[in-house]
């Protein structure tokens, strides 16, 4: 008895927390456009029929395009650099470490921290940041995978500190 009493509330928790993420997306759809049939080249076959933000769009062209064939530890400054191009910020960010990312775009940015930490679930654009005993990581989520100061399909191998979005 108890434990379906358990259960049932802990189904009722997930299903209210689903809905308040949905309510409070931080999509602004007025703004939401469909690829181009060239972007959808770059995007790969999965992006068509989905609608981005385009300075997001933008992001994850710029941080594709610069993106080295191999890891220069310079991850930190690649997507500084792509956020500035496609200005989804007003002025590069001063931080040092990738870790120290999400803290600064979040304080002094008006990047909001998203409730989920699975880099597969982050739209695209979002700034994934990753911890770890060093510097750490941070990368853009594109369609196809991630980049930073290289490209990758797969997410970085190291704990998500936080997936961050800068609201419309």
């Not at 994934?128 to 196809?144: F, K």
């Amino acid at each position: 008895m108890i434990k379906n009493r358990l259960f049932l509330l802990l189904s009722l928790l997930c299903v209210a927390a689903s809905t308040l993420h949905a309510e409070d997306s931080l999509v602004d759809k007025d703004r939401l456009r469909s690829l181009t049939p060239e972007e959808q080249r770059m995007f790969g076959p999965r992006s068509a029929g989905l609608k981005y933000d385009p300075r997001m769009i933008r992001a994850a062209e710029i941080a594709q395009q610069r993106a080295q064939p191999r890891m220069t530890w310079h991850c930190w400054a690649y997507v500084k650099d792509a956020l500035l191009a496609a200005n989804v910020v007003e002025h590069r960010p001063v931080s040092a470490w990738a870790r120290q990312a999400g803290d600064e775009l979040a304080g002094n940015y008006g990047f909001k921290k998203l409730w989920t930490r699975d880099p597969y679930a982050a739209p695209v654009g979002a700034v994934i940041v990753y911890g770890g005993h060093d510097a750490g990581h941070v990368e853009l989520r594109t369609p196809s995978g991630f980049a930073s100061d290289f490209i990758s399909h797969s997410a970085y191998p190291r704990p998500v500190l936080g997936i961050y979005v800068k609201p419309t």
